[in-house]
């Protein structure tokens, strides 16, 4: 037999018996994955339930979410449109974070109209790809001009920006240590969780128990002292020149919140550590556009070095999109205005006292602070909700409740935030109705 017609048999058996061999290779592993997915099947989790079931407690506790569907009326805040089903009806708000009403202010409006139509509606990529528009380098120098540093970075969010820039510092810095206030906010937290750096939580605005923890380590040991000005919830502000000193006598870098602070304070709104002097002493003030100054976005400021570190190593920034324009431009009008207007201030200061007083009168406790925020403490979560949905409900009266886990349990409260443009007749309408309801719900009152 000629060579060849031997190869080709050779051959032929051999391509059979590889055929044979995947046939039998490719039967086994579907029978396997028949096994495998029979077993799947039988003792699958069965997510729709764990879902149920872990929802339902919320319910139970009484501190199941449920979000208002508002439509804000530029022109008439504190006024709003509240949604039920297809029908709108009327409430007046009085838990917003646009602590100011900015969010409605004509200057505000017309730059963003404007440059949405100049720019139009997007960034159109990451600031490193063709998403760096000029209001943002005009919204980070006015920034940095606002708390007189040499350098800003704007992010989506507050949230992001703590995150971004914590996360960032702590998973690069060798050894460093964050030494973060115990009641910092979850950004903040999530931030330090995130780089994997060592952390230390001190005592909520406790100097002593700060200092104790920062001597407990070598001074070779770098370390950063992460904490707030004013603290959302209870409205308290921090010790900003004892912690300051404190962390200058053991070399810390100083990472400080300004959120609720920022529009709000010092005699260009430029925060609680523009009021006590001390910017020029925090190595990074962090911001919201989102609160005070009426739009989105937030941002840090510090030295030009500490800015080009975060902007070139930070994925929270790299990575996403960059603000739209036309938000960056009426951030621009909004600083600036409140750098030369004190009417703002001065008329929100003037309500919050107001609030506060009526409140006094009949008895309705709130937690003490010298900030903006007040607290009307209830205790317990199932009537918190209850005062809440009744308030909306009956009264057009928007107060969210707040419960676990943004604050601690049996401190459920309404977190109430006066604006400048809530009148009198607002104030009436809003005490009225918690007097009738506190009484209803068997509620103490404060001794005077």
């Given at each position: 037999?000629p060579?060849g017609?031997?190869?080709?048999?050779?051959?032929?058996?051999?391509?059979?018996?590889?055929?044979?061999?995947?046939?039998?290779?490719n039967l086994?592993?579907t029978?396997?994955?028949?096994?495998?997915?029979?077993?799947?099947?039988?003792?699958?989790?069965?997510?729709?339930a764990?879902?149920a079931?872990k929802l339902?407690?919320?319910?139970?506790?009484?501190r199941?979410?449920?979000?208002?569907e508002?439509?804000?009326?530029a022109?008439?805040?504190?006024?709003?449109?509240?949604?039920?089903?297809?029908?709108?009806r009327?409430?007046?708000?009085w838990?917003?974070?646009?602590?100011?009403?900015?969010?409605q202010?004509?200057?505000?409006?017309?730059?963003?109209h404007e440059a949405?139509?100049?720019?139009?509606?997007?960034a159109?990529?990451?600031?490193?790809?063709?998403?760096?528009?000029?209001?943002?380098?005009?919204?980070?120098?006015?920034?940095?001009?606002?708390?007189?540093?040499?350098?800003?970075?704007?992010?989506?969010?507050?949230?992001?920006s703590?995150?971004?820039?914590l996360?960032?510092?702590g998973?690069?810095?060798?050894?460093?240590?964050?030494?973060?206030?115990?009641?910092?906010?979850a950004?903040?937290?999530?931030?330090v969780r995130h780089?994997?750096?060592?952390?230390?939580i001190?005592?909520?605005?406790?100097?002593?128990?700060?200092?104790?923890?920062?001597?407990?380590?070598?001074?070779?040991?770098?370390k950063?002292?992460?904490?707030?000005s004013?603290?959302s919830m209870?409205?308290d502000i921090?010790?900003?020149?004892?912690?300051?000193?404190?962390?200058?006598k053991y070399?810390?870098?100083?990472?400080l919140?300004?959120?609720?602070?920022?529009?709000?304070y010092?005699?260009?709104?430029?925060g609680?550590?523009?009021?006590?002097?001390?910017?020029?002493?925090?190595?990074?003030?962090?911001?919201?556009?989102?609160?005070?100054?009426g739009?989105?976005?937030?941002?840090?400021?510090?030295?030009a070095?500490?800015?080009?570190?975060?902007r070139?190593?930070?994925?929270?920034?790299?990575?996403?999109?960059?603000?739209p324009?036309?938000?960056?431009?009426?951030?621009i009008?909004?600083i600036?205005?409140?750098?030369?207007?004190?009417m703002?201030?001065?008329r929100?200061?003037?309500?919050?006292?107001?609030v506060?007083s009526?409140?006094d009168a009949?008895?309705?406790?709130?937690?003490?602070?010298?900030s903006?925020i007040v607290?009307?403490?209830?205790?317990?979560?199932?009537?918190?909700?209850?005062l809440?949905?009744?308030?909306l409900?009956?009264?057009?009266?928007?107060?969210?409740?707040?419960n676990?886990?943004?604050?601690?349990?049996k401190t459920?409260?309404?977190?109430?935030?006066?604006t400048p443009?809530?009148?009198?007749?607002?104030?009436?309408?809003?005490?009225?109705?918690?007097?009738?309801?506190?009484?209803?719900?068997?509620l103490a009152?404060a001794?005077?």
């Amino acid at each position: 037999m000629p060579p060849g017609r031997r190869r080709r048999g050779s051959m032929s058996r051999t391509l059979a018996a590889a055929l044979f061999l995947a046939r039998r290779a490719n039967l086994a592993h579907t029978a396997f994955n028949g096994r495998i997915r029979r077993r799947g099947i039988k003792n699958k989790m069965d997510f729709e339930a764990f879902f149920a079931t872990k929802l339902d407690s919320l319910h139970e506790e009484g501190r199941y979410r449920v979000f208002a569907e508002l439509e804000r009326r530029a022109g008439a805040f504190p006024a709003a449109a509240r949604y039920v089903g297809p029908e709108a009806r009327d409430v007046t708000v009085w838990c917003s974070n646009d602590y100011l009403g900015m969010g409605q202010h004509p200057k505000v409006l017309a730059a963003m109209h404007e440059a949405l139509d100049r720019c139009g509606a997007g960034a159109g990529g990451t600031r490193n790809i063709s998403g760096t528009n000029h209001y943002h380098v005009l919204l980070e120098r006015e920034l940095a001009d606002l708390h007189g540093k040499e350098g800003a970075l704007i992010f989506t969010s507050g949230y992001v920006s703590n995150w971004t820039t914590l996360s960032t510092l702590g998973a690069s810095i060798p050894g460093v240590v964050i030494f973060s206030d115990a009641l910092n906010h979850a950004s903040m937290i999530e931030g330090v969780r995130h780089s994997r750096a060592e952390k230390r939580i001190w005592k909520h605005n406790d100097v002593k128990d700060l200092e104790r923890q920062l001597a407990l380590l070598p001074a070779s040991t770098p370390k950063i002292v992460a904490f707030e000005s004013v603290y959302s919830m209870d409205g308290d502000i921090a010790p900003l020149r004892e912690i300051v000193e404190v962390a200058e006598k053991y070399g810390a870098l100083t990472y400080l919140d300004e959120v609720h602070a920022v529009g709000m304070y010092g005699p260009r709104g430029g925060g609680i550590a523009e009021r006590e002097g001390l910017m020029d002493r925090i190595d990074i003030i962090e911001g919201t556009l989102g609160k005070a100054f009426g739009v989105i976005g937030g941002y840090i400021t510090g030295s030009a070095r500490l800015i080009d570190f975060v902007r070139s190593y930070a994925s929270g920034f790299i990575f996403t999109t960059a603000l739209p324009p036309a938000v960056a431009a009426g951030a621009i009008a909004s600083i600036r205005h409140l750098k030369v207007s004190q009417m703002e201030r001065m008329r929100h200061r003037e309500r919050v006292a107001a609030v506060r007083s009526r409140l006094d009168a009949i008895g309705i406790p709130y937690m003490p602070n010298p900030s903006h925020i007040v607290p009307v403490m209830v205790g317990d979560a199932a009537k918190c909700k209850w005062l809440s949905d009744i308030l909306l409900d009956e009264h057009g009266i928007y107060v969210q409740p707040i419960n676990y886990p943004t604050v601690p349990r049996k401190t459920e409260r309404l977190r109430i935030t006066p604006t400048p443009l809530h009148t009198d007749a607002d104030i009436d309408r809003l005490v009225s109705a918690l007097s009738g309801l506190w009484s209803q719900c068997a509620l103490a009152r404060a001794v005077a």
